[in-house]
């Protein structure tokens, strides 16, 4: 089964009615979406040092979109696509996250906090993986500080950042 019909439909954020998380497809790329992640600003950590073409974008959604080990999720806001959680890698053991917030609108608001926690909740939910991890530039001090309040922990550092962890929480009895 893909990890699209895994993570299907609506993912409503906890506390705001007109955001949510859904699976990303060809349909939803727009041009504020390429205009959003060609921006230097955008761009800077996201590993591409160049403008991609609509084609280019066109086709790395597509990849995601019926893959075991890969997901785009899109993030809508108020009916606007403002950015992407991206898990791939996926193992028995972990998946990878990152996380793309291309419209600078929604910058410094808490929305990456609040994404990455959602997020979270919908790999524990649906994912049987036993931990979560994301690479952070140590340049981008702003994601940082988001992965630290959705409940991560730095799991190591590596010669441009840090690697975040977040492990599936145990249930258990209280003696």
Known sequence: MSLTEKMSG????????????????RRDISSN?????NDPEVRAFLGHDRNL????????????????????LGFFLNGVHRGNIRLHDCSEASIWLGIALFDKA???????????????????????VKTVYAGVDSLN????????KAGFFIDKQ???????????PSIGCVQ
Do not use: C, M
């Open 53 to 72: 073409t609509v084609e280019e974008i066109q086709d790395f959604v597509v990849a995601h979109e019926n893959s075991e080990h890969q997901i785009l």
């Open 106 to 128: 929604v910058w410094n608001k808490g929305w990456a906090t609040k994404l990455l926690k959602s997020a979270l909740k919908l790999v524990w939910a649906r994912l049987s």
């Open 10 to 25: 609506r993912h409503p954020l906890s506390d705001a009615e007109a955001a949510y998380l859904s699976p990303l497809y």
């Open 158 to 168: 590596t010669a441009s950042g840090f690697v975040f962890a977040s492990h599936r």
């Open 141 to 148: 001090v702003a994601s940082s500080k988001a992965f630290h």
């Open 33 to 37: 979406y390429v205009d959003g992640i």
